[in-house]
């Protein structure tokens, strides 16, 4: 299988295994959240040839809330980096959508209507002309997104879906598991 084509790299390890040894990393002090979420985005890119991958985290209260840039990996250049991004929540279509349903998928965002709020602000000025986003939280909230993104307008396969849907989900279960803890072992980042 080869990545050009979206399907997983049959030599790259999956998700879940990928961000358990990612994690046993970063409790061990050998990499930082943010290190490790740049690898997971960096993997995401390889697996779905999408142009860029994003972690967000999303804070305050419907309505109000803001999509913060955690890490991300820029395919065209090759390069992952440190977050700088801030959004406030425009109308709520996109993180309502995202809150409800755990997923966003949008072949053409130029013609989404519940794009629109943030078509001018985010869309064009980025190119972001299909997107594919998962949540990852717990109990009810959303903690953060990961968000996939071309420059023209894609379908989006079910396993593409599938595969982002299972990183959110190890996201989510890390994240809880550090939570248990007492956050003891954060150190910010996605995994906090």
């Known amino acids: 299988m ?8 049959a030599a790259s390890p999956n998700c879940h295994v990928l ?3 990612l994690a046993h990393e970063v409790d061990a002090g050998r990499l930082t959240d943010l290190e490790a979420a740049c ?4 993997y995401i890119h390889k697996a779905l040839n999408c142009v860029h991958v994003t972690f967000w985290s999303v804070s305050g ?3 109000e809330r803001v999509m913060r840039s955690v890490a991300a990996y820029d395919g065209v250049k090759g ?3 440190a977050g700088t991004a801030a959004f406030p929540e425009s109308d709520g279509g996109f993180l309502g959508a995202i809150a409800r349903d755990g997923c966003y998928v949008c072949s053409d965002t130029f013609a989404d209507p519940a794009l629109s709020g943030v078509k001018e602000t985010m869309l064009v000025p980025y190119n972001i002309r299909a997107l594919l986003s998962a ?3 717990g109990q009810g909230d959303v903690w953060g997104i990961v968000t996939c993104t071309n420059v023209v307008q894609r379908q ?3 396993s593409e879906v599938t595969l982002l849907r299972k990183c959110a989900a190890e996201i989510s279960t890390l994240r809880a598991h ?3 803890l007492g956050n003891s072992l954060s150190t910010g980042g996605f995994l906090k």
Do not use: H, P
């Open 61 to 63: 209260r419907v309505g």
């Open 39 to 42: 690898k997971v985005a960096e």
């Open 135 to 137: 949540s990852y939280g």
């Open 156 to 158: 989006w396969r079910s």
């Open 79 to 81: 390069v992952a980096t």
């Open 19 to 21: 961000m358990r040894d």
């Open 178 to 180: 550090r939570r248990s």
């Open 2 to 9: 080869s990545a050009n084509n979206g399907e997983l790299v």
